[in-house]
């Protein structure tokens, strides 16, 4: 079993920068594939970015198409801890940001792919 903890979420001008962290409980973090999932008022849950691992110690980015050359995901896996840094931030990137983990190496830009989730934090950017 996982537990995942959000923050850094918060309010943001257009064109500002927020760093979000989800720390996991657990010995195994640097097993897990670490994403990023973000859902607005009334849309489906939306795929941000993911840590996907690919070796002992060995881990690729990818990211969704809105917010690709804007975040950064990464991770620190003596702390268990994977972060997203949000940089140029839009208004359509308000939403509640969701980090997950999971192992299937086959599902990484869907909710299904992954096993455990957080809570989620709230990130809102004003105009």
């Known amino acids: 079993q996982v537990q995942l903890i959000e923050s850094g979420g918060g309010l943001v001008q257009a064109g500002g920068s927020l760093r979000l962290s989800c720390a996991a409980s657990?010995?195994?973090?640097?097993?897990?594939?670490m994403a990023w999932f973000r859902q607005a008022p009334g849309k489906e849950r939306e795929f941000v970015s993911t840590h996907k691992r690919s070796g002992s110690n060995t881990y690729i980015a990818y990211y969704g198409d809105s917010v690709k050359g804007r975040f950064t995901i990464s991770r620190d896996n003596a702390k268990g801890t994977v972060y997203l840094q949000m940089n140029n931030l839009k208004p359509e990137d308000t939403g509640v940001y969701y980090c997950?983990?999971?192992?299937?190496?086959?599902?990484?830009?869907?909710?299904?792919?992954?096993?455990?989730w957080g809570q989620g934090t709230q990130v809102t950017v004003s105009s």
């Open positions: 997950a983990a999971g192992t299937s190496s086959y599902v990484i830009y869907e909710t299904s792919g992954y096993d455990y």
């Open positions: 657990g010995r195994t973090f640097g097993r897990y594939h």
